[in-house]
Structure formats: structure tokens, C-alpha cells
């Protein structure tokens, strides 16, 4: 029989005790409150992967690799990929998403530091999120917050090392709200109840047997300290348009292809923040695919002439973004 569960139930369940404060997590999660070219991937993929540049891998440093390969399996259902003695690589349908760097004498990031806000894992289909609700909550991993979007449904932990992750799946895009080149994403509570409910999941019992193939991540959100600067790098530089938040509120999103976000940037905790330590936990690199060889080639060229840091790699380049993050445009 079907448990009718509320907010609150689940998060105790989950080992959250507190439903304000997982609101105010969400606020942060996202800092809103109520206020080109058609790429040729898979059609099985969300949205989100097929605008001309999207999100494609995150890699972390990891003090205690198994510890983090552990939960991400375990909470995420992601696979192994590759594994060496000093990295592993998780993925889903055989696609790489995940990759922990061992670095065993890191320090924990420190407070103030730009880097990683929350790695962004999109479910293909809203009946995959509900699934995966009922896994999370059944396996008691803790919650930190959970927010309707308007364009998004989304939930909100923490990894063991304190790296932010979110879990989301997308309305259709048919749905989103655009006022020219800006689009309309609030934050109010989420109705757990209905997911479950219009997606016909059970939730006496855990359905969740692991990521679904089209798993991606939709995208990353950052810590800048910054938000001219990040927005000369990321708009200016790597061609994303901004299509919401202001300095008012701290935050800047900005996507390929109308999407509603591939990058978030915000200041809330890293104002004023200087260069990344290379010897701390969190955020190692991320990538950027791009479906058009001549994006990756202007975006080289672009973020050249403006002075930053460009060296190439197989298939692409990689950029150091004013805090030292190191961004790779590659082939999608």
C-alpha cells in the first residue's frame, strides 16, 4: 500500500530534522526567491544536453576517495567507469560524470573560497526523481533542501566532504516562462506529495535500482567572488547568454541554447574571494561540451584576446576562470 508522505516525513526519514531549514537550503541552493544551433544528441537525453554547449563532466578532490566513491554509488546510483589507484570515474549508461582525484593530505576547503557550490545531476524524467526520493529517504542519506523551481523540481544534499549536490528534473520546456532573454525561475516549496503521486511511484518500498541511462549533469553551480568578473569570463568569454539573477541578489545563471541554466555563479559566501588553493578539497575542473568545432575555436580565440589563462588539449582547450577553476571545452 502507498504511504502518503509529507514534507516533513520525509525529511525525517532521511535523517533531516528540521523542514524551515530545509527550505532556507533550497533559498540558498539557487539564492531566487518568488520574485544557435540544434545539436544532433541522442533525443533520449534531456534538453539540457542538447543545446549547443552544455555541462559534460565534474571532477572533485577527494580526501577520502572511497569514501566518496562510496556515497555516490550508493546515494546516486552511479557506476564505475575507470578506476585507478589515484582517481575513479563514475558514470551512468556508460557515460562519464564523476571523476574523484585522490588527494589523501588535502585540506577541507575553506570558508570564503570560490570553488563548487552544487554539482547538478538531472533525472531524465520526473518519475525517476520520484524513485530516487524514495531511495534516498528509505536509505536515510541526508537532506538539505527541496525547492520548486517553476522550471525545475529539485532536492538538495551534501556530499561527505561538504561538496554541494543537487538532484533535479526539469517541466517542459514548452512551460517555461521567458520575458525576452530572461526566464522566470522562483523558488517556493516543493510538492513531494504530487510527484509521487502523478508519477505513480510507490513508496513502500525502493524502486530505485540505480541512474538511469540518460543521466546527466544539467548543470554546475559555482562560488565566485565576483560577479562582473564571472560574467566576462563565462558570457563574454565562453559565449553563454545570461538569462537570470542580478547583483541585487547576489547571483548571475547563465545557458547555451535557451536552456534555464548550465552555469549559476553567486557570491554568498565567497565575496570578494581570491584564487583557488590547489592543495584543498572540492571542485578539481569541469567541462563544457560543445557540438561545433568552430564554438570551440571561437571560444579559444575569444578568452585569449580578453587575457586569460588558455592551453589546449585533446579536442579543445582548457581555461582558468578569474578564481583559478579550471573550465575544459571539449567536443561534445
Given at each position: 500500500?502507498s504511504i502518503?508522505?509529507?514534507r ?7 535523517g ?12 540558498r ?19 539540457a544536453?542538447?543545446r549547443?554547449v552544455?555541462?559534460?563532466?565534474v571532477?572533485?578532490r577527494a ?36 571523476t574523484?582525484?585522490?588527494q589523501?593530505?588535502a585540506?577541507?576547503e ?24 524514495v ?5 536515510q ?9 517553476s ?49 505513480g511511484?510507490?513508496?513502500?518500498r ?6 538511469p ?9 559555482l562560488?565566485?567572488g ?19 539573477g542580478d ?9 547555451s ?6 552555469i549559476?555563479?553567486?557570491?554568498w ?9 590547489e592543495?584543498m ?13 568552430e ?13 586569460f ?10 581555461a ?11 567536443a561534445?
Open positions: 500500500m502518503n508522505w509529507t516533513r516525513q520525509l525529511l525525517m526519514l532521511a533531516t530534522a528540521s523542514l524551515t531549514g530545509a527550505m532556507a537550503g533550497a533559498l541552493a539557487e539564492g531566487i526567491e518568488n520574485q544557435g544551433k540544434i545539436s544532433t544528441a541522442r533525443p533520449d537525453l534531456p534538453f544536453l542538447t549547443p552544455h555541462v559534460g563532466e571532477a572533485l580526501k577520502n576517495m572511497a569514501s566518496l566513491k562510496q556515497y555516490y554509488i550508493e546515494m546516486r546510483g552511479l557506476s564505475v567507469i575507470s578506476e585507478a589507484a589515484d582517481r575513479v570515474t563514475l558514470g551512468a549508461g556508460g557515460a562519464p560524470l564523476l574523484l582525484v585522490s589523501p593530505d585540506e577541507p575553506a570558508g570564503g573560497q570560490a570553488g563548487l557550490y552544487h554539482t547538478a545531476f538531472l533525472m531524465p524524467e520526473r518519475a525517476d526523481l520520484a524513485r530516487w526520493l531511495h534516498v529517504a528509505r536509505s542519506f541526508p537532506l538539505t533542501g527541496f525547492a520548486d523551481h522550471v525545475s523540481e529539485a532536492v538538495y544534499l551534501s556530499d561527505p566532504e561538504g561538496n554541494g549536490v543537487e538532484v533535479y528534473s526539469d517541466r517542459p520546456q514548452e512551460r517555461w516562462l521567458w520575458a525576452g532573454d530572461r526566464v522566470a525561475m522562483g523558488t517556493k516549496e516543493l510538492d513531494i506529495q504530487d510527484i509521487f503521486t502523478r508519477t511511484t510507490p513508496t513502500d525502493d524502486s530505485y535500482t540505480g541512474a541511462d540518460a543521466l546527466r549533469i544539467g548543470h554546475i553551480h562560488k565566485v565576483d560577479l562582473a568578473r564571472a560574467r566576462a569570463f563565462y558570457a563574454e568569454g565562453l559565449g553563454l547568454d545570461v538569462v537570470a547583483d541585487q541578489r547576489g547571483a548571475t545563471f547563465l545557458s541554447g535557451r536552456y534555464h541554466h548550465h549559476g555563479a553567486n557570491i559566501e565567497s565575496q570578494d574571494a581570491g584564487p583557488r588553493q592543495r578539497t572540492g571542485l578539481d575542473w569541469f567541462s563544457l561540451k560543445a557540438t561545433d568545432a564554438i570551440i575555436a571561437a571560444r579559444q580565440a575569444e578568452l585569449e584576446a580578453k587575457g589563462s588558455v592551453e589546449a588539449m585533446d579536442g579543445g582547450f582548457e582558468l576562470d578569474p578564481w583559478g577553476n579550471r573550465v575544459r571545452v571539449i561534445a
